[in-house]
């Protein structure tokens, strides 16, 4: 597969990410006490956000110019961040009617997020996990590629704290949140 079609465009011929069970330890559990920078420059503490709270967690997004790693199109559910920000982004209006906050997760840094965040114009905090301290705590799935390794792609729908929808494997990443507006 070519890394050639734009970043806010998903290939046709994309491998589709199979449920390999990693996910299915997550509802039911509490947010820990775990602090993640965000984008905004502030930490948030994620065991102590009140009210609904979604959290898409995705790999990483690219950036334009740079390539992205070899492969990339041909790991199921790995192509798609920039398209799943995007339709948060515009289906945001609607999403805060009906939640306290929306996140998106990666193991990028934050000053890589802000890129991001300001090229698109997310009206949405993005957190860092970089040091992988939610992902060792809740034990979120990852791969590896290039040496990096990554968060698999899921969605969580928070409650007061409590993790009660997750939505894994997700594909294709731009109708992600179609699933969370049907779930809340």
Same mark, same amino acid.
């Given at each position: 597969?070519?890394?050639?079609?734009?970043?806010?465009?998903?290939?046709?011929?994309?491998?589709?990410?199979?449920?390999?069970?990693?996910?299915?330890?997550?509802?039911?559990?509490?947010?820990?006490?775990?602090?993640?920078?965000? &984008?905004?420059?502030?930490?948030?503490?994620?065991?102590?956000?009140?009210?609904?709270?979604?959290?898409?967690?995705?790999?990483?997004? /690219?950036?334009?110019?740079?390539?992205?790693?070899?492969?990339?199109?041909?790991?199921?559910?790995?192509?798609?961040?920039?398209?799943?920000?995007?339709?948060?982004?515009?289906?945001?209006?609607?999403?805060?009617?009906?939640?306290?906050?929306?996140?998106?997760?990666? &193991?990028?840094?934050?000053?890589?997020?802000?890129?991001?965040?300001?090229?698109?114009?997310?009206?949405?905090?993005?957190?860092?996990?970089?040091?992988?301290?939610?992902?060792?705590?809740?034990?979120?799935?990852?791969?590896?590629?290039? /040496?990096?390794?990554?968060?698999?792609?899921? &969605?969580?729908?928070?409650?007061?704290?409590?993790?009660?929808?997750?939505?894994?494997?997700?594909?294709?990443?731009?109708?992600?949140?179609?699933?969370?507006?049907?779930?809340?």
């Amino acid at each position: 597969m070519s890394s050639n079609t734009s970043y806010l465009e998903l290939p046709d011929n994309l491998p589709i990410p199979e449920n390999d069970g990693a996910a299915a330890h997550l509802i039911g559990l509490t947010l820990p006490n775990v602090r993640l920078e965000s &984008t905004n420059g502030d930490f948030v503490d994620l065991g102590e956000l009140p009210g609904t709270n979604v959290f898409f967690c995705y790999p990483m997004t /690219g950036v334009p110019g740079v390539p992205l790693p070899v492969g990339w199109d041909d790991i199921p559910g790995a192509r798609g961040c920039t398209p799943q920000a995007c339709s948060y982004r515009d289906a945001y209006p609607t999403l805060e009617e009906k939640v306290n906050r929306i996140f998106g997760v990666s &193991t990028q840094s934050s000053a890589y997020q802000r890129e991001l965040s300001e090229r698109l114009e997310l009206p949405y905090e993005i957190l860092s996990d970089e040091n992988f301290a939610l992902q060792i705590a809740l034990c979120l799935p990852t791969f590896e590629v290039a /040496g990096k390794k990554l968060l698999k792609r899921l &969605t969580l729908i928070i409650r007061d704290g409590r993790i009660e929808k997750v939505h894994y494997p997700v594909f294709p990443s731009n109708k992600d949140v179609d699933w969370v507006l049907g779930e809340i």
